[in-house]
């Protein structure tokens, strides 16, 4: 028997969510679901946790149609990517930039901890580059370039991109079951000024 679920991830890329997303996921296969529906509107964020997220779902070999919902942003095409079929609404946006390192409180930083700082972010972009470029289909130096300057994708231009691969109007099946991640909802989280810096996309 064909069971299908569907999944609403409609919150920031960081470790809670991430976290929350696998543990939906290893749930779904547990209860025998054939085919997962990843619902998915996101700002992007933290860019270790998207690119993990990706991989350890990616190595499931899942059954996964992913949809975007308004905007997927960042990081988050990534796990976008993740869809055998990929749709969406036709008012979603799509945006992929470069990456970088965000900072909060004081810092001191020597040159060999910023050179090395900089080779991060630098082969965190060009993870990021890889795994788009096969995913799409496309040459990875037009990828780069595309990160580097920056671009914002309509429905119409999504679907020349590779983004969204296939025309369907969402139907969200309401006796199928509905996992949420829904971090923000009942706990919010209280954030403690500190130093601490991240690479974000």
Request: aromatic share 8%; hydrophobic share 40%.
């Amino acid at each position: 028997m064909n069971k299908e679920a569907w999944i609403r991830f409609y919150v920031p890329v960081d470790a809670k969510s991430s976290l929350q997303l696998l543990q939906v996921i290893d749930h779904i296969q547990k209860e025998g679901f054939s085919k997962i529906n990843l619902l998915i509107s996101s700002n992007g964020g933290d860019v270790m946790m998207g690119i993990t997220t990706y991989l350890h779902i990616k190595s499931l070999g899942l059954n996964i149609d992913t949809y975007g919902m308004g905007n997927v942003d960042s990081i988050a095409t990534l796990i976008y990517c993740l869809g055998k079929n990929r749709y969406a609404s036709k008012y979603t946006t799509f945006i992929i930039h470069d990456v970088d390192w965000s900072f909060t409180g004081s810092f001191n930083i020597n040159a060999d901890k910023a050179i090395e700082l900089a080779l991060s972010v630098k082969e965190r972009r060009n993870m990021i580059n890889n795994i788009l470029a096969s995913e799409l289909n496309k040459d990875a130096v037009i990828v780069l370039d595309d990160m580097r300057k920056g671009v914002v994708l309509n429905y119409e231009s999504a679907k020349e991109y590779g983004l969204i691969t296939k025309d369907k109007e969402i139907n969200i099946n309401k006796d199928e079951p509905m996992f949420v991640i829904d971090q923000y909802v009942e706990d919010i989280p209280k954030v403690k000024v500190a130093n601490y810096s991240k690479i974000i996309c």
